[in-house]
T-cell receptor
Framework: GAGVSQTPSNKVTEKGKYVELRCDPISGHTALYWYRQSLGQGPEFLIY????????DSGLPNDRFFAVRPEGSVSTLKIQRTERGDSAVYLC?????????????FGPGTRLTVL | QKEVEQDPGPLSVPEGAIVSLNCTYS??????FMWYRQYSRKGPELLMY????GNKEDGRFTAQVDKSSKYISLFIRDSQPSDSATYLC????????????FGKGTRLHILP
């Protein structure tokens, strides 16, 4: 079946602009996670959704970052007033959310470059 | 000190060799331990998932967890050029509804 998909695959923007990154989870997966991976580093947690609600947003670096999942499926990560330090690969993962252990399946990521 | 420490490498070994990758961690609450493989410009792919201490084997891959030493390992037997990738150790406190904490990843090159 289809895996996690993310669009766009690449996004180049200018400092100060607003960007939206989209994640389509595996069908039926109730849990959705966003991570950020900088060059040479492992992914770092940003936010976790169970259904439509953000169950844990402790990884969001500041209030320029916001994410939504209005219908409990597709999620959008929104970054306002982008800074050069926001350049990274943004990864989305989804899981069934119903068993333990609960495997997280990752998408290919969106590579964000802020000029 | 980071919660999870992993040597970034790169590690180069000849084809057919046994590869040993490892991580240390500081948070004793971690109970679920994972190894992910990541090819260039791709998302991480789960290789092994272990709960608490012990060994788990899957084909050419063996994962070991020693909670008393806060040390986990991944062994790859009969390594192949297609195993060349970045290997990320990862862990979480709960098996579900929980963020994963990743190591930096070790870049592995298998030389034909």
């Amino acid at each position: 079946g289809a895996g996690v998909s993310q669009t766009p695959s690449n996004k180049v923007t200018e400092k100060g602009k607003y960007v939206e990154l989209r994640c389509d989870p595996i069908s039926g997966h109730t849990a959705l996670y966003w991570y950020r991976q900088s060059l040479g580093q492992g992914p770092e947690f940003l936010i976790y959704f169970q259904g439509t609600g953000a169950a844990d947003d402790s990884g969001l670096p500041n209030d320029r970052f916001f994410a939504v999942r209005p219908e409990g499926s597709v999620s959008t990560l929104k970054i306002q007033r982008t800074e050069r330090g926001d350049s990274a690969v943004y990864l989305c993962a989804s899981s069934r959310g119903s068993s333990s252990p609960d495997t997280q399946y990752f998408g290919p990521g969106t590579r964000l470059t802020v000029l | 000190q980071k919660e999870v420490e992993q040597d970034p490498g790169p590690l180069s070994v000849p084809e057919g060799a046994i590869v040993s990758l490892n991580c240390t961690y500081s948070n004793s609450a971690f109970q679920y331990f994972m190894w992910y493989r990541q090819y260039s410009r791709k998302g991480p792919e789960l290789l092994m998932y272990t709960y608490s201490s012990g060994n788990k084997e899957d084909g050419r891959f063996t994962a070991q967890v020693d909670k008393s030493s806060k040390y986990i390992s991944l062994f790859i037997r009969d390594s192949q050029p297609s195993d060349s990738a970045t290997y990320l150790c990862a862990m979480s406190a709960q098996g579900r509804d929980d963020k994963i904490i990743f190591g930096k990843g070790t870049r592995l090159h298998i030389l034909p």
